[in-house]
Every structure is written in structure tokens, then in C-alpha cells.
T-cell receptor, first 114, second 113 residues
Framework: SQQGEEDPQALSIQEGENATMNCSYKTSINNLQWYRQNSGRGLVHLILIRSNEREKHSGRLRVTLDTSKKSSSLLITASRAADTASYFCATDEGGRGGSEKLVFGKGTKLTVNP | KAGVTQTPRYLIKTRGQQVTLSCSPISGHRSVSWYQQTPGQGLQFLFEYFSETQRNKGNFPGRFSGRQFSNSRSEMNVSTLELGDSALYLC????????????FGSGTQLSVL
């Protein structure tokens, strides 16, 4: 079952603009991650935010997490044509113990026009 | 460090056949997870193997199976293929800790005709 739901499903912007994608999830989590996927390829890990963190930065990426609302946002600043890809949030299922199972949302397809 | 290697990259099969996909994880990683990606259902977890044991399994029929070898390499098998099994199959490599960052392979694109 899908845990995360991204919003919007598709986003088209001009180079240099900022892109914001949102993700909502259903159950308690330990971590939330964002991944990127170029068409038909594997997923690339972008950033991980722990449940006790509220904001995290990595280069042009900024992620926020609101556990009370069970939501997260990914902001890409000063976008480039090379940022064109699908972006997915992924969560674990909370709790302790092993298992690396991640539950993914359906993704936001970002198009950055040159 | 070499990345996660999945073979083959593309595969075309017909209904009723079976298929075996292979995944070699990052050196030192003991966990391999498999995901199915389709346009309709998105990314869905198939199963995870850790130290040769299946540790978690998604909601897929018994036609989907897997195994992991002592060198951490993993294979997944789909028997009696159906048209709906056409998908991108991704494997992911990790240390085996809950909620950690995973390293994904480029996937195997399976088409069932």
C-alpha cells in the first residue's frame, strides 16, 4: 500500500525558479527520505530526515518534516534543466527492529524548462 | 566502490514463462530489497533479504520469489508470467537498518507479451 502521497503529481517550471513538492504519509515513522528518478532508471537518494528533525539542507535542497501533520516538503532552489526527473518520498513503517522496507509515494514529475 | 548491479537490463518474455533477475549489492552490504514499479501502482515492495534470510515480504502472489546467496547477491524469480508483471524491477542495497538510505540499481525492464 502507498504510505506517502506526493503533491503535485506534475510540476513544470522555468530554469532558475524554485520547485516545491509535498508529501503526506499515514503512519508513524523513524525517517523520511526523498529520492530522484530519471526516466526509466534507478532511484538516487537525495536526503534523509529523521523524525526528530524539522528541517534539513543539502546543497540546493531543503526538506522540512512536520510529524504532527504527517507531511514533508522538498524545496529545490534555483532549478536547472538537469533537475528534470521524478521525485519520490519514502518512509519506513516506524517501530523498531530490522527490515529496510520503504513505502513510496507515487511521485512528482518535475520538468524544468531551459 | 562499484554500484548496485542488476542484470539483465531489459528482458522480453511471453505469458506463462518464468524469469530470473539478478542483483549484486554494494560490497559490504548485507541487505537486498526488491521493488516493482509500474505506471499504475507505482513503487511496491516485493521482499527483503538479509544474510540469506527473507526478512520481510510485500503483498505479492507466490509466483514471486527470491533468494540471497552467501556473497549477498540476490535473485528474484517470477513464474508463470502474466501481462501485468510487465514492470521495472529495482533492487536496493543497504546495511540492513530500518529506514536507512538505500542504494538502487538501474533496474531490469521486463516486458511480458
Amino acid at each position: 500500500s502507498q504510505q506517502g502521497e506526493e503533491d503535485p503529481q506534475a510540476l513544470s517550471i522555468q530554469e532558475g525558479e524554485n520547485a516545491t513538492m509535498n508529501c503526506s504519509y499515514k503512519t508513524s515513522i523513524n525517517n523520511l527520505q526523498w529520492y530522484r528518478q530519471n526516466s526509466g532508471r534507478g532511484l538516487v537518494h537525495l536526503i534523509l530526515i529523521r523524525s526528530n528533525e524539522r528541517e534539513k539542507h543539502s546543497g540546493r535542497l531543503r526538506v522540512t518534516l512536520d510529524t504532527s501533520k504527517k507531511s514533508s516538503s522538498l524545496l529545490i532552489t534555483a532549478s536547472r534543466a538537469a533537475d528534470t526527473a521524478s521525485y519520490f518520498c519514502a518512509t519506513d513503517e516506524g517501530g523498531r527492529g530490522g527490515s529496510e522496507k520503504l513505502v513510496f509515494g507515487k511521485g512528482t514529475k518535475l520538468t524544468v524548462n531551459p | 566502490k562499484a554500484g548496485v548491479t542488476q542484470t539483465p537490463r531489459y528482458l522480453i518474455k511471453t505469458r506463462g514463462q518464468q524469469v530470473t533477475l539478478s542483483c549484486s549489492p554494494i560490497s559490504g552490504h548485507r541487505s537486498v530489497s526488491w521493488y516493482q514499479q509500474t505506471p499504475g501502482q507505482g513503487l511496491q515492495f516485493l521482499f527483503e533479504y538479509f544474510s540469506e534470510t527473507q526478512r520481510n515480504k510485500g503483498n505479492f502472489p507466490g509466483r514471486f520469489s527470491g533468494r540471497q546467496f552467501s556473497n549477498s547477491r540476490s535473485e528474484m524469480n517470477v513464474s508463470t508470467l502474466e501481462l501485468g508483471d510487465s514492470a521495472l524491477y529495482l533492487c536496493a542495497s543497504g546495511h540492513g537498518n530500518r529506514g536507512e538510505k538505500l542504494i538502487f540499481g538501474s533496474g531490469t525492464q521486463l516486458s511480458v507479451l
